[in-house]
């Protein structure tokens, strides 16, 4: 059965009687959107049924959430409890142990509400003359009384003091090389001395002095040049012949840190291969260091046979005459031959070492030409060997570009 009250609202009756404690039988203010535009008021001054029944501050009786008129003097915020909050309190009589939850009043005045500790003011900017600044999480540390604690150390570990960094450095312009201040050190921390004289370097000691520098940390290491690794330099590397030092082309296999002239053949001059220059029909030529003088010169091997063996024997011959009788002190620019001898049935020559050739330089300047000065510096020397060659009744057979090689 509905009923009507005077504004004409409608109240309904549950059709289950025995529903009726737990539904209201009156309606909150939060299910009628329209209470909030009727007037708090009536004309005569008297408030009307709907702002006493609606109203949020005023609720009435019938409303679940019951309160006591505001008294002067008493805090306002203190006095609401939500519904939920005391319907939590009432226990089952079928539980044994009470499950309240502890009572917090969200609507406490902004007075009563607990103050939190402040963030830190953000740190000035420091003075070239002061400290270096903390970082942001010390200055938080020592807000909130914590300590800085390192991951890496355990409760009971002393902790080091902070290192003091000291002033920021300056920097002053300068205006002449004398007012330079330098400090040198008259024996730099940490390094042994050189057996040449002076300090060997942290770089020298991590380069050339490295098997020292070894051999102080560990007494027990030992080094040994035949032992490093080695790179074939010879193309194919496989050993067919001669015993297996040589490929089937009767080349001999070069190998980086290998040793051309042995001591058992009585030769004075021992060389350590470093790189191959270059490679042709006559055979190989090997950029290389006497052990003896550390002299870096060239050594042509030539191949394993009879032809070139027999060719190259007359070279050594053409090469003899003309740098021992007719060009003594080198004037008529004649490749120098310094050495010969034979290594594993290969005759080894050893020349200077010369830089690219003329087709090279050419090929460097895209093919572009040279200067007119240059040019008539090469033809000089050029047309003064030739005359040279005709004084000794040779003839060159051969004069290219590639065959003509440039000093350092």
Do not use: W
């Not at 009563?112 to 070239?128: G, N």
């Amino acid at each position: 059965m509905a009923l009507n009250d005077r504004d004409g609202d409608f109240m309904m009756d549950d059709a289950d009687p025995y529903n009726k404690q737990k539904y209201s039988t009156s309606r909150t203010s939060s299910n009628l959107n329209s209470a909030q535009y009727l007037p708090a008021t009536a004309e005569d001054g008297n408030a009307s049924t709907a702002a006493r029944k609606y109203s949020p501050m005023n609720t009435s009786p019938s409303s679940p959430y019951v309160t006591s008129p505001v008294q002067q003097g008493m805090n306002p915020y203190a006095s609401y409890t939500p519904q939920h909050q005391r319907q939590a309190s009432r226990q089952s009589p079928t539980r044994q142990q009470s499950y309240n939850t502890p009572s917090q009043n969200y609507y406490s005045s902004p007075t009563a509400r607990p103050q939190h500790s402040q963030l830190p003011p953000i740190q000035t900017p420091l003075s070239p003359d002061g400290q270096y600044g903390q970082s942001a999480t010390a200055q938080l540390n020592a807000v909130f009384g914590r300590e800085m604690r390192s991951p890496g150390l355990r409760q009971g570990q002393p902790q080091s003091e902070p290192i003091n960094n000291g002033p920021v450095p300056q920097f002053s312009k300068c205006h002449h090389v004398s007012e330079l201040n330098p400090r040198i050190n008259a024996q730099p921390p940490f390094r042994r001395a050189h057996p040449e004289g002076g300090f060997i370097s942290p770089l020298q000691a991590l380069t050339t002095h490295l098997p020292s520098t070894y051999r102080i940390c560990n007494p027990n290491f030992q080094y040994e040049s035949s032992r490093n690794p080695r790179r074939v330099l010879t193309k194919p590397s496989k050993g067919t012949k001669n015993d297996g030092h040589d490929n089937e082309d009767s080349d001999y296999i070069l190998y980086v840190n290998d040793i051309l002239g042995s001591e058992e053949t009585g030769h004075k001059n021992r060389y350590l291969i470093l790189d191959v220059l270059g490679q042709g029909t006559f055979g190989q030529v090997v950029k290389c260091q006497n052990l003896r003088t550390q002299e870096v010169v060239a050594v042509k091997v030539v191949k394993n046979r009879t032809a070139y063996f027999n060719q190259s024997m007359m070279e050594v011959s053409v090469l003899d005459l003309l740098n021992s009788r007719m060009d003594k002190n080198d004037d008529h620019h004649i490749l120098r031959l310094k050495d010969t001898f034979i290594h594993r049935q290969h005759l080894c020559l050893v020349f200077e070492l010369l830089s690219v050739n003329l087709y090279e330089l050419i090929k460097q300047n895209q093919f572009r030409g040279l200067s007119t000065t240059l040019v008539r510096v090469f033809a000089q020397q050029l047309l003064n060997g030739l005359c040279l060659l005709n004084k000794a009744r040779l003839i060159h057979c051969d004069l290219k570009p590639e065959n003509i090689l440039l000093k350092k």
